[in-house]
């Protein structure tokens, strides 16, 4: 999990779809503010919980969510001054987010990814003994690491050419899976940026969005193999419809 990626969508983790719940309840998709934070990250980091990165780094369920959602807290209010984050409701309780990045606006400056690094000094008591893990993982597979590095930034300038929206989270929580609410995220924007003429582009490293995201007609520009421990990486693009 970098950059934001989201990695789930209405298929659950299997890609079969779960019969879930009644869809009562359901509210609309509406703008988070400042004090939906810290609900978005918990929804965020129990929906990245199986990221293969995080899990080879944190074993641990417990200390691994924590520090995701400490990471997701970051991000979304890092986003909110210059992106679109919204999110969808069940029951009175958030169960989806989306967070997108117009085509004028920077996902990450250096003076956020300072204060990320302030915030996860925090957890240095949990990642200092998770560090060697971490880095025997990845040196297992650094040909790998090394060669997505290389790629990754050409891939992202391509699919990114301008005017395009960047989608750098879109998460539904795994207990209301099955209810649409992916696709009622994605929507309204996607039919806003086709009113305007703007392509939308996003990455992924889970195989199963592929098939989701061709339904709203993103097509796979470059798919960067991964390793034995690095997951491969594909970056989608949309064009906009007329």
């Known amino acids: ?22 869809r009562s309840g359901v509210g609309e998709v509406r ?15 129990r929906a990245f919980v199986q990221d293969p990165i995080a899990a080879a780094a944190l074993p641990d369920p417990g200390d691994r969510q924590r520090v995701l959602a400490r990471f997701m807290a970051h991000e979304v209010r890092t986003a909110l001054p210059s992106a679109t984050v919204e999110g969808i409701e069940v029951a009175g309780e958030l169960a989806g987010v989306a967070l997108w990045y117009p085509p004028e606006a920077t996902p990450r400056s250096l003076p956020a990814t300072l204060r990320l690094a302030r915030e996860l000094v925090e957890e240095v008591p949990t990642l200092l003994p998770a560090a060697p893990r971490l880095l025997g993982t990845l040196a297992r597979d650094l040909t790998a690491l090394s060669r997505q590095v290389t790629q990754r930034q050409g891939a992202f300038q391509r699919a990114g050419q301008p005017p395009a929206t960047y989608l750098a989270l879109l998460a539904t929580d795994p207990e209301h899976r099955g209810r ?6 994605l929507e309204p924007t996607l039919g806003t940026c086709d009113a305007d003429g703007v392509a939308v582009w996003l990455h992924t490293t889970d195989p199963v969005n592929l098939g989701f995201y061709a339904r709203f007609g993103f097509r796979c520009l470059e798919r960067i193999p991964g390793g034995r421990a690095i997951a491969d990486l594909w970056v989608l693009r949309r064009e906009p419809r007329t």
């Open 1 to 22: 999990m970098t950059e934001g990626c989201d990695d789930t969508d209405d298929t659950g983790a299997s890609g079969a779809r779960p019969a879930g719940p009644p």
């Open 31 to 45: 703008p988070l503010r400042s004090d939906d934070v810290e609900a978005a990250a918990r929804l965020l980091a």
């Open 180 to 185: 649409g609410l992916a696709r009622r995220l």
